[in-house]
């Protein structure tokens, strides 16, 4: 087929391609990331690439992936009658003579409030094996069906149905931030801060502006970090421990984010919030993070400090929370790890930054976290003094497949 034989739309997904600057390896990694899958063969991928831009076949499964990637609406970019993936959906559910459910009518039972928030648990603890990619479509039928609920009930039961909303809104916004997908992470965070206001209670308003400040975080946006947790923090006498330690938290990153970093506010910081560790008692489902995790405030202080270029003193809390190797293969811990390697490659040490690298790098595959991949991918930055080393090649190897 040549190249005035070819449907626009091929046309279109090779220029644009071309113009990126990527080749047709580095476009099915896009794609992937862009599809929030975190994982996937891009060797098939960049085969299939290579056919959809002949316009021998048609990307059904991608469209909404390439337009992620290129930031072109899927109308502007294929502009094409061919079906997209919703009317293959919808094709699909005819075919086997399944009838759409209508919306729900009538009163809304108050005790399917409780049923969603005694949900959570199950999620958050789920999330810290599997990772994202398990976990978002299920989390998002729970959430749309909450917000159907909260168009069809009456006050009181509707407050209770919007707090419900914003612990799963944020829970979606974090596994998004997780497998790499901000925008959507953004869109559902901002969903969370609308039903809190709706919601009028003040622990949610704050809880939804520290997920704001989370996703500010992982942007490297530092200013933005310090004004969400600030604004979070604005009713604190009326706030619960567990609410007053996300905000201080969030702001402590905030400020190690800044040019200036100031390493005395942040642990001013810090240990207000580790004051207030052993307060929490509160019964929200939602945010505990701070209960959940062993040494939560010294894991935060930690991070702050590879920040900051205080790479001895964070190898030091690193080794008192996590000890020397991992030992197990659960989400967070293995972020840990790698934050802990990165700190030891500015030090350095580069025997332990191997270890820890190699057994951290296994994780990935199972998890589809792009947060991960991202921190794996810091640790060769920090290891440039011995780059050339025969353990920094073997670094090198460990994390060119994250590149």
């Known amino acids: 087929m040549t190249q005035q034989q070819r449907p626009e739309w091929a046309v279109r997904l090779q220029t644009q391609r071309e113009a990126q600057n990527w080749n047709k390896c580095e476009m099915a990694r896009q794609l992937i990331r862009a599809a929030g899958y975190g994982h996937g063969s891009v060797d098939s991928l960049t085969r299939q690439i290579r056919e959809w ?6 990307p059904r499964d991608w469209t ?7 930031g072109i609406p899927e109308g502007e970019l294929f502009g094409t009658g061919e079906p997209k993936r919703r009317d293959i959906l919808e094709i699909s559910v005819s075919a086997i003579d399944i009838p759409p459910y209508p919306p729900h009518q009538g009163p809304v039972a108050p005790e399917l409030v409780m049923y969603f928030l005694e949900q959570l648990p199950g999620h958050y603890k ?6 994202p990619r398990h976990l978002i479509p299920t989390v998002t039928t729970q959430a749309q069906l909450i917000k159907e609920l909260v168009h069809a009930a009456d006050a009181p039961v509707r407050r209770g149905l919007l707090g419900a909303g914003v612990a799963y809104a944020a829970l979606l916004g974090w596994l998004h931030q997780d497998a790499g997908d901000s925008s959507r992470s953004e869109l559902w965070r901002t969903i969370a801060l609308d039903m809190a206001h709706r919601s009028q209670d003040p622990q949610l308003i704050s809880y939804a502006l520290t997920n704001k400040a989370m996703l500010a975080v992982d942007v490297g946006d530092g200013r933005t970090v310090v004004d969400y947790a600030e604004a979070a923090l604005i009713n604190e006498s009326k706030l619960c421990p ?3 330690i996300l905000a201080l938290v969030h ?7 800044l040019p200036a970093g100031d390493k005395e506010l942040v642990d001013r910081l810090l240990d207000r919030a580790a004051e207030l560790v052993d307060q929490v008692d509160d019964e929200h489902p939602w945010g505990n993070a701070c209960r959940r995790t062993r040494g939560y405030i010294e894991v935060q202080r930690a991070t702050a400090y590879i920040r900051l270029g205080v790479y001895r003193e964070a190898v030091a809390l690193w080794d008192e929370v996590l000890g020397d190797a991992p ?5 967070d811990n293995a972020v840990f790890w790698a934050r802990q ?30 947060r991960l991949r991202q921190e794996l991918r810091e640790i060769p930055r920090r290891a440039t003094a011995w780059a050339d080393t025969s353990s920094g090649r073997e670094l090198n190897e460990i994390i060119s497949q994250f590149n």
């Open 53 to 58: 831009e002949k316009g021998k076949h048609f």
């Open 64 to 70: 909404s992936a390439y337009s992620t990637a290129f």
């Open 126 to 131: 789920a999330d810290m094996w599997l990772g």
């Open 242 to 244: 567990k609410v007053r």
């Open 251 to 257: 702001q402590a990153h905030g400020q190690s984010m």
């Open 327 to 331: 030992d197990a293969a659960r989400r």
């Open 341 to 370: 390697a990165s700190a030891l490659a500015a030090v350095p040490e580069p025997e332990r930054v191997v270890q820890i690298a190699s057994a951290t790098a296994a994780i990935v595959e199972g998890t589809g976290s792009a």
